[in-house]
C-alpha cells in the first residue's frame, strides 16, 4: 500500500470517526450536529528519536512518510531493536458493529429516541431545570506498519444521558440517569428505571442529613469501586511513570504485596463497552492483565516503548485519543475481579457504616479522595437513612490491605460524559467497575 522507507521502522494509523450529538434544554431542541472526521497518524522511528505526523489529507501519507523518512537516521539493525521486538504484527479484519451501525441509522429516529425521555424530566415539579442528551460515536481504524501489520477494526457507543437539578425546599441537588450502550436498540425502555432513580434523588433531597465525620467501614458501589480503581491504582500501573523513577520502580517491584488477599485489579480491552479496544494504536491485540492477583503487583499497563525499558511483556495499552496524536500508555476498562460474597451478605456483617452509592469525582495516587453524591449509614447490617457527605480518603496502599469483602458479581461501567485525561489527550473511552466492595478504616468527612 504505501512504500516504506528501509532501515527505519514506519506505522500508519487512519481513523474514520462518526459522532452525533443531540441536546435538549428544558425541553428545547438546542443542538443537532454529525460530525464526520477522517485522518492519519505517521510514525518513523530510528532507534533513537520518533518522528510524527497528524494529517487529515490521506492522499498526503505517502508524502508525509518520505518527509519523515528524511528526518531520521537510517539504521541498518533497527529491526533488533529491543522496542520492536515488543510490537506485535497483526493481520485481518475485525468489524463487530456493521449490522447496527449508528452511522446507517437516521437522524430523526435518534431525536425520537430522545424525546420518548423527555417527559420524565417534567413530571416532578422538584426538577427546576433539565438536559437530555442523545450521543454516539463509530470509529474504524486501519492500522499499517513496516513489520508487516495490516489490521482493520471498529468500536462503537451510543448513550442517552439525563441531567437535572432538583430544588426540594433550600436544599439543591444535581441529578441524573446514563445508558449506555453499542447498540442503539438497547436504548430504548429504560423509562422505569430513570422514574425510580429521579424518585431515589428526591427522597435523598429531602431526607439527607449531614454526616458524623469519623472512620467507618465502607461499602463502595461497582461504580466507586471503579472510580476507586482506576484513578487511585489504574494511573500508577501506566508504566511510563515509572521510567527514569528508580524510587518508584523499587516501590512498585513486580511480586510486591500491595492489598488484601482476596484483591484482583484487572485492565483489559476486550469487554464490550466503553474501554473495549480490540488492538491499540500501535497494532498490539488487548490482553487480559492482572495489576494486583490476590493481592500482590503482577504487572503493569504497558506501550512497546516501556515494555521494552521495564524488560516487561507488552499489554495493549499504547492508545490515542484520535489521529491527531502520538500513542501513549492509557487504561482500557480497569475493574476490581470479583469476590465470593452476595451485596446482602456484605452489608448485614457490618454494625455501623457507610453506603457509597453514587459519586462526583474521585482523584489521588497515593492519596485517594471521593466526593460523593449520594450515601447512606448502615446500621446493624441494614441501610438506613441518607446521609450528606462531602469526601472519603485515605492513603491507597493502606485502604487496598482494608478490603475485606467483594460480592460475588462485577458491574462495568462507563463515563457518558467525557473520559479519561492524562497530558494533553482528554476525553478518552475507558471502562471500570466492579463488585460491592467493602473496606475498613475509611475516613468520612
Known sequence: MYNFPTDLYTDVRIDSIYSTTILYENQVLTQNNTKNEVGAMIRIFDGVKWYYSSITDLESIQSEIDLLAKMATPNTDILNHEVLKHLEVHK????????????????????????????????????????????????????????????????????VVLRYAIVVGSQPYKGGYDIYETKISDLFNHEEEVKKEIEKDIDYTTYAVPVVPGTYTCLLSPLTAGVFAHESFGHKSEADFMIGDETMAKEWAIGTKVGSEILNIIDTGTIYGSGYVPYDDEGCRAKENYIIKNGTLTGRLHSAYTAAALHESQTGNARAVSFEYEPIVRMTTTYIGAGTDTKEKLISQIKEGIYIEDILHGSGMSTFTIAPRKAYMIRNGEIKEPVKISVITGNVMKTLNEIDGLSDTVEIKAFALGGCGKMEQFPLPVGFGGPYVRVNNIKVQ
Not at 449490522?99 to 430523526?108: G, L, Q, T
Not at 431525536?111 to 424530566?121: A, G, I, R, S
Open 92 to 159: 485481518g479484519t475485525d468489524i463487530k458493529f456493521s449490522k447496527e451501525c449508528v452511522k446507517e441509522i437516521p437522524n430523526p429516529k435518534k431525536v425520537e429516541l430522545l424525546k420518548e425521555y423527555l417527559p420524565l424530566l417534567q413530571e416532578r415539579e422538584e426538577i427546576k431545570t433539565n438536559k437530555a442528551y442523545y450521543l454516539d460515536q463509530y470509529t474504524k481504524k486501519h492500522f499499517i506498519s513496516s513489520l508487516g501489520s495490516d489490521i482493520t477494526y471498529d468500536t462503537q457507543s451510543c448513550t
